[in-house]
Each structure stands twice: as structure tokens, then as C-alpha cells.
């Protein structure tokens, strides 16, 4: 029965060669060509070889063919080979990553996402933030356009770190670039900001830390200088993470 030919064609600048085991035929670059395109609609014989081997193109593909049959079933053995035709070697798929397992804890993710939002959105929080002196600085001269888009940039952040550090499991940097801290320092006049309960500034002007002053770290709070301030050791191990400013 009729069946895929193992064949060789070679295009040269002389025409065209088909070759499968000793059938050998040469044809013109045209007849080829024409041969091709009629194909593509119905198979076509090419022309016999020196032992009567037959040959047929069909839907492009070189068919052999037994004698006795019609040119019918050269058309329909390429279109089983068409059906069934698998590439040699299919690219493989990319295998899709698996979701990260998410901790099981959903009270106190609804918490935290709780806290994380009054960070965010509380007023006071975002006036606080938006009066203090770095973030000014930086952006006092802008337009209100362009301060409402450096909030949303740090709101975006601060969301990221927060869901990488208590929702992924991720660790997430405390490390502070060296012009940070001294942006810090020279702000806050290498002093404690924290105040008494007198309202006046706490005097401490040693051991300082780097507190973070509107967004606690826990709550993807970040090392920018407009989140950051200098807090004596006392009055930092006595705000813990909670939110709030402290001065």
C-alpha cells in the first residue's frame, strides 16, 4: 500500500533531483514548481523510474506506491501522515511553576493586613508622612500631581515588602544605605526625636538607633530617610513595632 517515501531532494542551480533508493528523476526548476502546487490539491506522479518504481507527490510529501495502485491512495496515505504527524523533536512546554504555598493563619493575616491598611491610609499616618521634613525635601517643590505619585510609589513598596516578609515567608533587608543614615542624622541633629511628657525633645545624643519612624519594619516598612529616625535605645525598645510617630 501506498506509504511516505524515504526521499532526498536536491535543489541546485541545474533543477531539481529526487532520489529513494534507485529511483532517480531531474527535473526543471518550473516543472517542480508546478508539481508542488498541484499537489497541495491532489496527488501527482512523478515520472517513473528506470524499474517502474512509482512515485507520487501528494500534499507536498514523496508517497511510494505498489503498481497496481490508483494515484488515490498516495493522497490519502499523506493525509494519514498529515494527521498523525508529530514534530521529531516538539519543543518542550515550559513547566509552569507551582503557586507558593501560603502559611495557614488566616486570622492573623487579617490583622496584619488590617494594621498595614491603617499604616497606610490612616490619617495621620499619611499627613505625618507627607509633613516630614526628608519626604519635603524631596518633594515640596513638586507639583501635588507628582507628590500623590511618589506616595503612591512608597505605598506600592511598602505593600510589596510587607507581603514578601508575612505572607511569602521571605526575608526582607533592614540594611541602610550609608547617605541614608547620615540624611537621618543631619535632620534629626544627632538626637533623640522622642518626646517627653513634658513635650519637651528628649536630649539623648548617644546611643542612637535607626527606628523606623511612620511604618514599623514588620509591616513592610522601608529604609527611606522620610521613614526613619533617630530614637535613643530607650525609647525605641519602649515603642516596639507598634505604629505611630513619636514625636
Known amino acids: ?13 541545474d533543477g531539481v533531483t529526487i532520489a529513494s533508493g534507485k529511483y532517480r528523476a531531474r527535473l526543471p526548476h518550473i516543472e517542480w514548481r508546478e508539481l508542488c502546487l498541484r499537489s497541495l490539491t491532489s496527488a501527482v506522479l512523478l515520472p517513473a523510474g528506470p524499474r517502474g518504481q512509482r512515485l507520487a507527490l501528494a500534499n507536498g510529501l514523496v508517497m511510494r506506491m505498489k503498481r497496481a495502485e490508483s494515484i488515490g491512495a498516495a493522497w490519502n496515505a499523506s493525509l494519514a501522515v498529515l494527521n498523525r504527524g508529530v514534530p521529531a523533536s516538539p519543543l518542550a512546554a515550559p513547566r509552569p511553576r507551582p503557586p507558593r504555598p501560603m502559611p495557614v493563619r488566616a486570622a492573623h493575616t487579617e490583622a496584619m493586613l488590617d494594621m498595614l491598611g491603617t499604616a497606610l491610609l490612616g490619617d495621620n499616618q499619611f499627613i505625618a508622612m507627607l509633613l516630614s521634613a526628608s519626604f519635603e525635601e524631596r518633594h515640596g517643590h513638586e507639583t501635588p500631581g ?13 505593600a510589596e515588602r510587607f507581603v514578601q516578609r508575612n505572607l511569602l515567608g521571605d526575608s526582607v533587608s533592614r540594611y541602610v544605605p550609608q547617605d541614608v543614615k547620615i540624611a537621618v542624622a543631619v535632620r534629626d541633629g544627632g538626637r533623640c526625636v522622642a518626646r517627653l511628657p513634658d513635650g519637651s525633645r528628649c536630649p539623648a545624643t548617644s546611643s542612637l538607633h535607626m527606628d523606623h519612624r511612620f511604618i514599623p519594619f514588620r509591616l513592610g516598612g522601608t529604609q527611606k530617610a522620610w521613614n526613619l529616625c533617630l530614637l535613643c535605645s530607650r525609647h525605641n525598645w519602649s515603642k516596639g513595632g507598634f505604629l505611630g510617630v513619636v514625636w
Open 1 to 13: 500500500m501506498a506509504a511516505l517515501a524515504r526521499a532526498k531532494v536536491a535543489i541546485t542551480s
Open 146 to 158: 507628582h507628590i500623590l505619585g511618589a506616595v503612591g510609589r512608597e505605598v506600592r513598596e511598602v
